[in-house]
């Protein structure tokens, strides 16, 4: 399911409420971010918002979100990225940006229009780098990066001090390929295809690697045509085709995406099964089965020798009964039905 | 001797091989769906092209309708219901091993169809049979078996997928299925006194071909047919409408399941409301069916999980009321004697409704953007049903105990309704 963010959250901001001058932690303020994109530069470049679906880096907190810019490689296009503050979760706050290729970007920070509070400084670091070159206009502190290489990648994080000290991080890294967390289950002598997926971001090239002990191996489809098929037909999707299954071929496989600011891997695991694991059961259920007709069609049979059993003896009872009336001496013309 | 109007005790033993066997003729068919949701493109074919093997099963269930019912008039149910289970097994057990997407068409698809067809109706047939005055009841509360299987396999199945990955699953569905034998085995056969003993040589082709000339049957048939084209649609789409109004995965299954329970609860009461000897059952099964036609309209306003679950749990108690009621009320129509025939004939007809309803709605989707348009159709669809149900001649009349109908209205045409009470159907 597509989460669908619109930019609309400022309207929330009116009803902030602060007291100027309250000192004491504002109660929970629906604070909004707002990110507004702008493009710039050549104005033939698209710039189309993708909403991404896949989930937010490690240890990152509720209120990320992730945007994406799915872009034409060749013109780096101009992103700008607002967080309003004070930000939802207390004092800190961080966001994942995944680009899928080079840009012009702008972070900034900017603070409330009814927050009023004294600043005293504001920095922003590229990890233990601070960076100097800080754009500011009225409440808003801003920098602009050209993010070009891998190394450009990283997290930037905008500290604001004053009463209170605010902390936004932004994660700035290539997009993340998901694995499946669940094994691929297949049997011995079938074939099993792995799929690795990046929709959102189109990778230059895909690589799979086989794990052998702790070391990573590429996969070389053309040496091995007949163990391992690459589908390469659509530039999102990979598919890893396994022929002729063995033992050997259980473990864990990486689908790497390289695109242009760096690689991403995702894992997946493949478990190869014999065909007695599920033998078992399946003999058990039939047995099963073999049991309760047989014990359907028994006591049929015995319920229906009791009856027969029964009739007899009524029968019997019945030929005794007459016998005596017979030896009775007693007339019964019209006693010589039978009752039934 | 039996009497009619006495149950036999094994009566209830037959209805619990009925129940068992709905279980695993549903249930069968939805845990199908999902191993097929597993192939993972493991043959290379499209999704569109995998969905066409359980459109295959339901064909083959639905179209071999009247297959199971001839043949099980000519040799009794019991042992067509346990051939029709041998090859329920056979046709997983057969797919567990394919090889390429053809081989699912005719293994699961055609022949686990085929012995699902020799399995449903049969036993719907002997069901009817030991409970001469209480059919709906009975029927009822065999039908729910495939509510609660189906709930059961619900999460079941995932796990099993997990363990043993699609083919593992197949073969154990396989062993699953052969409980059908199991079912089969308790529906002993039952001598009904009024009926003369078996003619030689019957020919139960004489009594489908009969049917196919009999108005008010050809008009319950096409009632159904459309009540099939809607009913369906929620099972279906279900899943995808409540993901479309915001729920997320768990949250539509929640909702899948709650419809599920309604569904089974639907079948029993409406089973028990029909039980007393003065319904109709014809008008009962109109109510219902309009119930679940409004239901169904009314299904597009569900916008939050919780509108969605309340509306879809309206929908599948009335939708599972109308189970019992059908495969009945069909009695009123035609008469107890061939009330396995038409039973057979009505699924074959029914087929059209069923495999062209979701196909039909899910089109609607892509047209219009969304599933309103479709639910409302289908909604349409179950009321224009409904009023065919209203032209029954039988409608209007007071139906005695054992099934047919006191004639209020003196004429003809409803002598010719009564008269298979001699029927062609020798012990059953």
């Given at each position: 399911?597509?989460?669908?963010?619109?930019a609309?959250?400022t309207q929330?901001n009116?009803?902030?409420?602060?007291?100027?001058?309250?000192?004491?932690?504002p109660?929970?303020?629906?604070t909004?971010?707002?990110?507004?994109?702008?493009?710039?530069?050549?104005i033939?470049d698209?710039l189309t918002?993708?909403?991404?679906?896949?989930?937010p880096?490690?240890?990152?907190?509720?209120?990320?979100?992730?945007?994406?810019?799915?872009?034409?490689?060749s013109?780096?296009?101009?992103?700008?990225?607002?967080?309003?503050?004070?930000g939802?979760?207390?004092?800190s706050?961080?966001?994942?940006?995944f680009l899928?290729?080079?840009?012009?970007?702008?972070l900034?920070?900017?603070?409330?229009?009814?927050y009023?509070m004294?600043?005293?400084?504001?920095?922003?670091k590229?990890?233990?780098e601070?960076?100097?070159?800080?754009?500011?206009?009225?409440n808003s502190w801003?920098?602009?990066?050209?993010?070009?290489?891998?190394?450009?990648?990283?997290?930037?994080?905008?500290?604001?001090?004053?009463e209170?000290?605010f902390?936004?991080?932004?994660?700035?890294?290539?997009p993340?390929?998901?694995?499946?967390?669940k094994?691929v289950?297949?049997y011995?002598?079938?074939?099993?295809?792995?799929?690795?997926?990046?929709?959102?971001?189109?990778?230059?090239a895909?690589?799979?690697?086989?794990?052998?002990?702790s070391e990573q191996?590429?996969?070389?489809?053309?040496?091995?045509?007949?163990k391992?098929?690459?589908?390469?037909?659509?530039?999102?999707?990979?598919?890893?085709k396994?022929?002729?299954?063995t033992k050997e071929?259980?473990?864990?496989?990486w689908?790497e995406?390289a695109?242009?600011?760096?690689?991403?891997?995702?894992?997946?695991?493949?478990?190869i099964?014999?065909?007695?694991?599920?033998?078992?059961?399946?003999?058990?259920?039939?047995a099963?089965?073999?049991?309760?007709?047989?014990?359907a069609?028994?006591?049929?049979?015995y319920?229906?020798?009791?009856?027969?059993h029964?009739?007899?003896?009524?029968?019997?009872?019945?030929?005794?009964q007459?016998?005596?009336?017979?030896?009775?001496?007693?007339?019964?013309?019209s006693?010589?039905?039978?009752?039934? | 001797?039996?009497?009619?109007?006495?149950?036999?005790?094994?009566?209830?033993?037959?209805?619990?091989?009925?129940?068992?066997?709905?279980?695993?003729v549903?249930?069968?068919?939805?845990?199908?769906?999902?191993?097929?949701g597993a192939?993972?493109?493991?043959?290379?074919?499209?999704?569109?092209?995998?969905?066409?093997?359980?459109?295959?099963?339901?064909?083959s269930?639905?179209l071999?309708g009247?297959?199971?019912?001839?043949?099980?008039?000519?040799y009794g149910?019991?042992?067509?219901?346990?051939?029709?289970?041998?090859?329920?097994?056979?046709?997983?057990?057969?797919?567990?091993?394919?090889?390429?997407?053809?081989?699912?068409?005719l293994?699961?698809?055609?022949?686990?169809?085929?012995g699902?067809?020799?399995?449903?109706?049969?036993?719907l047939?002997?069901?009817?049979?030991?409970f001469?005055?209480?059919r709906?009841?009975?029927?009822g509360?065999a039908?729910a078996g495939?509510?609660?299987?189906g709930?059961?396999?619900g999460?079941?199945?995932?796990?099993l997928?997990?363990?043993?990955?699609?083919?593992?699953?197949?073969l154990?569905?396989?062993?699953?299925?052969?409980n059908?034998?199991?079912?089969?085995?308790?529906?002993?056969?039952l001598?009904?006194?009024?009926?003369?003993p078996?003619?030689?040589?019957?020919?139960?082709?004489?009594?489908l071909?009969?049917?196919?000339?009999?108005?008010?049957?050809l008009r319950?048939?096409?009632?159904?047919?459309?009540?099939?084209a809607?009913?369906?649609?929620?099972?279906?789409?279900g899943?995808?409408?409540?993901?479309?109004v915001g729920?997320?995965?768990h949250?539509?299954?929640?909702?899948m399941a709650?419809?599920?329970?309604?569904?089974?609860?639907?079948?029993?009461?409406a089973?028990?409301?029909?039980?007393?000897?003065?319904?109709?059952?014809?008008?009962?099964?109109f109510?219902?069916?309009?119930?679940?036609?409004?239901?169904?309209l009314?299904l597009?306003?569900?916008?939050t999980?919780?509108?969605?679950?309340?509306?879809?749990?309206?929908?599948?108690?009335?939708?599972?009321a109308?189970?019992?009621?059908?495969?009945?009320?069909?009695?009123?129509?035609?008469?107890?004697g061939?009330?396995?025939?038409?039973?057979?004939?009505?699924?074959?007809?029914e087929s059209?409704?069923?495999?062209?309803?979701?196909?039909?709605?899910?089109?609607?989707r892509?047209?219009?953007?969304?599933?309103?348009?479709?639910?409302?159709?289908?909604?349409?669809?179950?009321l224009?049903?409904?009023?065919?149900?209203?032209t029954?001649?039988?409608?209007?009349?007071t139906?005695?105990?054992d099934?047919?109908?006191?004639?209020?209205?003196p004429?003809?045409?409803?002598k010719?309704?009564?008269l298979?009470s001699?029927?062609?159907?020798?012990?059953?």
């Amino acid at each position: 399911m597509t989460t669908t963010w619109d930019a609309n959250h400022t309207q929330e901001n009116a009803l902030t409420q602060l007291q100027p001058g309250l000192k004491s932690s504002p109660e929970p303020i629906t604070t909004s971010e707002t990110v507004s994109q702008t493009t710039w530069g050549s104005i033939s470049d698209h710039l189309t918002l993708g909403h991404d679906v896949s989930t937010p880096g490690p240890d990152l907190t509720t209120s990320d979100f992730n945007e994406d810019i799915n872009l034409n490689k060749s013109q780096p296009l101009y992103v700008e990225y607002e967080v309003l503050l004070p930000g939802k979760t207390g004092n800190s706050t961080e966001k994942n940006i995944f680009l899928g290729s080079a840009v012009k970007i702008e972070l900034s920070c900017r603070l409330a229009d009814n927050y009023s509070m004294k600043i005293l400084r504001v920095t922003w670091k590229k990890g233990n780098e601070t960076i100097k070159h800080i754009n500011k206009t009225e409440n808003s502190w801003s920098i602009q990066l050209t993010i070009s290489e891998n190394w450009n990648l990283g997290s930037y994080t905008c500290t604001m001090k004053g009463e209170e000290e605010f902390r936004v991080v932004f994660h700035l890294q290539v997009p993340q390929i998901e694995g499946r967390e669940k094994p691929v289950i297949s049997y011995e002598g079938d074939s099993a295809i792995l799929i690795c997926k990046s929709h959102s971001y189109t990778p230059i090239a895909w690589t799979w690697y086989m794990t052998n002990g702790s070391e990573q191996i590429a996969i070389n489809d053309s040496l091995m045509l007949d163990k391992y098929v690459i589908d390469k037909a659509d530039p999102n999707v990979t598919h890893l085709k396994i022929l002729k299954l063995t033992k050997e071929d259980d473990g864990a496989y990486w689908c790497e995406a390289a695109f242009e600011l760096g690689r991403s891997k995702g894992k997946l695991k493949l478990s190869i099964l014999s065909l007695m694991v599920p033998l078992k059961p399946f003999l058990a259920i039939v047995a099963e089965v073999v049991i309760l007709i047989t014990i359907a069609f028994v006591f049929e049979l015995y319920s229906k020798k009791k009856e027969k059993h029964a009739e007899d003896e009524k029968e019997l009872d019945q030929i005794e009964q007459l016998k005596s009336e017979d030896s009775n001496g007693v007339e019964n013309t019209s006693a010589r039905h039978r009752k039934v | 001797m039996v009497g009619v109007s006495s149950t036999p005790r094994w009566g209830w033993a037959v209805v619990g091989g009925a129940f068992l066997q709905a279980g695993l003729v549903f249930g069968g068919l939805r845990a199908l769906g999902l191993c097929l949701g597993a192939l993972g493109g493991s043959f290379g074919a499209q999704a569109g092209a995998v969905a066409w093997v359980g459109s295959a099963a339901i064909a083959s269930l639905q179209l071999g309708g009247p297959l199971g019912s001839a043949l099980s008039t000519r040799y009794g149910a019991r042992p067509i219901v346990m051939a029709g289970g041998f090859l329920a097994g056979m046709g997983f057990l057969l797919g567990a091993f394919a090889t390429r997407l053809s081989h699912l068409y005719l293994s699961v698809g055609l022949l686990a169809g085929l012995g699902w067809a020799l399995v449903f109706t049969p036993s719907l047939g002997a069901v009817s049979r030991y409970f001469p005055t209480r059919r709906a009841m009975a029927t009822g509360l065999a039908m729910a078996g495939a509510s609660v299987v189906g709930l059961a396999l619900g999460p079941l199945i995932p796990l099993l997928l997990d363990t043993y990955g699609w083919r593992g699953s197949l073969l154990l569905l396989a062993a699953l299925s052969f409980n059908l034998m199991v079912a089969g085995a308790l529906l002993r056969p039952l001598d009904v006194p009024n009926e003369s003993p078996r003619p030689l040589p019957p020919h139960s082709q004489a009594g489908l071909c009969e049917l196919l000339r009999h108005g008010p049957f050809l008009r319950y048939a096409l009632a159904f047919v459309l009540v099939d084209a809607g009913y369906y649609v929620p099972h279906v789409h279900g899943p995808a409408r409540a993901q479309e109004v915001g729920c997320d995965e768990h949250h539509a299954g929640l909702v899948m399941a709650v419809t599920a329970v309604a569904d089974g609860i639907g079948r029993v009461v409406a089973g028990l409301l029909a039980a007393r000897p003065t319904a109709s059952l014809l008008r009962h099964l109109f109510a219902w069916s309009v119930l679940t036609g409004l239901a169904l309209l009314l299904l597009p306003l569900g916008t939050t999980f919780g509108g969605l679950t309340a509306l879809a749990l309206a929908y599948g108690f009335c939708a599972g009321a109308i189970v019992p009621l059908q495969f009945t009320g069909v009695a009123e129509v035609v008469g107890a004697g061939r009330l396995l025939h038409a039973i057979g004939l009505m699924q074959m007809f029914e087929s059209i409704g069923s495999l062209l309803g979701a196909p039909f709605a899910g089109w609607l989707r892509d047209l219009t953007g969304d599933f309103k348009v479709s639910f409302l159709a289908a909604g349409a669809f179950l009321l224009a049903g409904s009023l065919l149900i209203l032209t029954l001649p039988s409608f209007f009349r007071t139906p005695r105990s054992d099934g047919s109908a006191v004639e209020g209205v003196p004429d003809s045409v409803s002598k010719g309704l009564e008269l298979p009470s001699v029927p062609l159907s020798p012990s059953n």
